[in-house]
Structure formats: structure tokens, C-alpha cells
């Protein structure tokens, strides 16, 4: 089966670091994307990881473990904007995404 | 810098009606995707397109659906006879310039449909 795990909501102050985690389980593995969708819109691309390690992009990052079927976003320097839900999507083998339930983030001042 | 659109932004309607979703994917993008995500649930993929012809189809994309590419820039979904659970944010999707599958996915700003 296709399972895609992430926590449910995170807060944060201004400022600070905050790493959001993701788990999954999918019949194929072509890659992993974070997406940023703030309420009402559309999701917003963040970070594409396929191969295993950190990729680095301003005050975001995101790494990635094959093996351990994991991978986490890191936010660094938070600002009020970042409060959004955040998307841990797979793409599988035959290249449709697979999304989890999303993070819903709330950063404090 | 180029966007995939999407008209309506929202769309009602009373159940058993036809509706036609329309977007209008990158120029140069040649994969075509659907997405729906119910208020307050995570978003899920309804259908891929390339080349002409659907590459893929969830579960959720039965005999009530239909997409088409009727010219060059436009990509529509068609749901025939709308249910109350089709009620969602629709969001149209493209990938794939010169870069090939490789590329992520941009996603249009959605069409609320509202089933009534």
C-alpha cells in the first residue's frame, strides 16, 4: 500500500528552526517533494530530493534517507509568512504524486 | 515567470450536473495531471495525461470523468453528473519541459466546485 506519515501541526516562534519529518511506505520511489500550500491555494514547489542526503535552498532544506524511507524539511530563521501547511508528496514509479495528510505549521512572534 | 491557470476559480452547481474544469498547463510542459483535495483532507491525484492519452487513473476517476486536451493549450476535466462528494478544490498540474519527467510539478491556483 501507499503511506505517506507526517505530524498533524507544529509551532514555532519567529526566528527559530523548525524540522518537519516525513515517513513513507509506496509501491515505487521516483523522488520526494515538499510543497508550501497556505489555506485556500495551491500548493507552491519547495525542494526535490532523490538521491540521498541535504539540499539546501535559502532558509530551506531537505534531506533525504532511501534506505530508511525517510525524510525531513528544515526551515531555518522562521518568519510569520512560513505559518502554511507544508507537503510531503512521493512520486512513484509511474510519475503521479502521493501526498500526505500535510503539517500544518503556526509560527508565534 | 509562466503559471498554469485555471478558470473558474469557483464553480457551483446542482448535483447531477455536468461541470468542465478548465486549465491551461505551461507551453512548453508536455504531462498533464489532476488533482482534487477535500476541505480539510490531504490532496489526491485523479489522473495523468500525455502524449494524447491518459497514462494513468486512480480509483477515484470513474465512468463520471473524462479529460481532454481539445487544442494546443487547453487541458479540461469533465465530471457528467455531479455527486455532493464531488465537492473540492480541482487543481490542474504540469511537468516536463526540455528537463523531461524529471521536473516537478506546478500546480494552477485550483477551481472550488461546491455540488449543491
Known amino acids: 500500500g501507499q503511506n505517506i506519515d507526517q505530524p498533524t501541526e507544529m509551532t514555532a516562534t519567529e526566528g527559530a528552526i523548525v524540522q518537519i519529518n516525513c515517513t513513507y511506505q509506496?509501491?515505487?520511489?521516483?523522488?520526494l517533494f515538499w510543497y508550501q500550500q497556505h489555506a485556500g491555494e495551491a500548493p507552491t514547489f519547495l525542494s526535490y530530493?532523490?538521491?540521498?542526503g541535504l539540499e539546501e535552498k535559502g532558509r530551506f532544506s531537505s534531506f533525504l534517507s532511501r534506505s530508511k524511507g525517510y525524510s525531513y524539511l528544515l526551515l531555518k530563521e522562521l518568519q510569520m509568512k512560513d505559518s502554511a501547511s507544508y507537503l510531503c508528496?512521493?512520486?512513484?514509479?509511474?510519475?503521479?504524486?502521493?501526498f500526505g495528510t500535510g503539517t500544518r505549521l503556526q509560527v508565534f512572534p | 515567470e509562466p503559471e498554469v491557470t485555471q478558470t473558474p476559480s469557483h464553480q457551483v452547481t446542482q448535483m447531477g450536473q455536468e461541470v468542465i474544469l478548465r486549465c491551461v498547463p505551461i507551453?512548453?510542459?508536455?504531462?498533464f495531471y489532476w488533482y482534487r483535495q477535500i476541505l480539510g483532507q490531504k490532496v489526491e491525484f485523479l489522473v495523468s495525461?500525455?502524449?494524447?492519452?491518459?497514462?494513468?487513473k486512480s480509483e477515484i476517476f470513474d465512468d463520471q470523468f473524462s479529460v481532454e486536451r481539445p487544442d494546443g493549450s487547453n487541458f479540461t476535466l469533465k465530471i457528467r453528473s455531479t455527486k455532493l462528494e464531488d465537492s473540492a478544490m480541482y487543481f490542474c498540474?504540469?511537468?516536463?519541459?526540455?528537463?523531461?519527467?524529471?521536473?516537478?510539478?506546478?500546480f494552477g491556483p485550483g477551481t472550488r466546485l461546491t455540488v449543491l
Open positions: 498540474a504540469s511537468s516536463g519541459g526540455s528537463g523531461g519527467r524529471n521536473n516537478e510539478q506546478f
Open positions: 509506496t509501491s515505487g520511489f521516483n523522488g
Open positions: 530530493n532523490v538521491l540521498d
Open positions: 508528496a512521493v512520486r512513484d514509479n509511474t510519475d503521479k504524486l502521493i
Open positions: 507551453s512548453n510542459h508536455l504531462y
Open positions: 495525461f500525455y502524449n494524447n492519452e491518459i497514462s494513468e
